[in-house]
Nanobody
Framework: VQLVEPGGGLVQPGGSLRLSCVAS????????MSWYRQAPGKERERVAT????????NYANSVKGRFTISRDNAKNTVYLQMNSLKPEDTAVYHC?????????WGQGTQVTVSS
């Protein structure tokens, strides 16, 4: 199983960014997918989850209305569109697939929101 997350970077407050996570090594379309984030000194937080066929999504209260999770099963890719970004959104963002006994994590991508 491999989850690769290109994207991330530095963005000003109020700006937007889209993260991608490209999956391989498992049947992507059979699994719900999630994005998590972890800021320095804070616990890991689940940001958003999308069902296997994309019909159901749910979000952390902290990002509801600003972030949108989506997926393209033909491309084995899950996305996180982040709008109206705030400094408190600064974190390392990871995608997660509940494969195997312990699940699989991407290596993470840094998102920094700062002027």
């Amino acid at each position: 199983v491999q989850l690769v997350e290109p994207g991330g970077g530095l963005v000003q407050p109020g700006g937007s960014l889209r993260l991608s996570c490209v999956a391989s090594g498992f049947t992507f379309s059979r699994y719900a997918m999630s994005w998590y984030r972890q800021a320095p000194g804070k616990e890991r937080e689940r940001v958003a989850t999308i069902s296997s066929v994309g019909g159901t999504t749910n979000y952390a209260n902290s990002v509801k209305g600003r972030f949108t999770i989506s997926r393209d099963n033909a491309k084995n890719t899950v996305y996180l569109q982040m709008n109206s970004l705030k400094p408190e959104d600064t974190a390392v963002y990871h995608c997660y697939a509940p494969t195997g006994a312990f699940g699989s994590w991407g290596q993470g991508t840094q998102v920094t929101v700062s002027s």
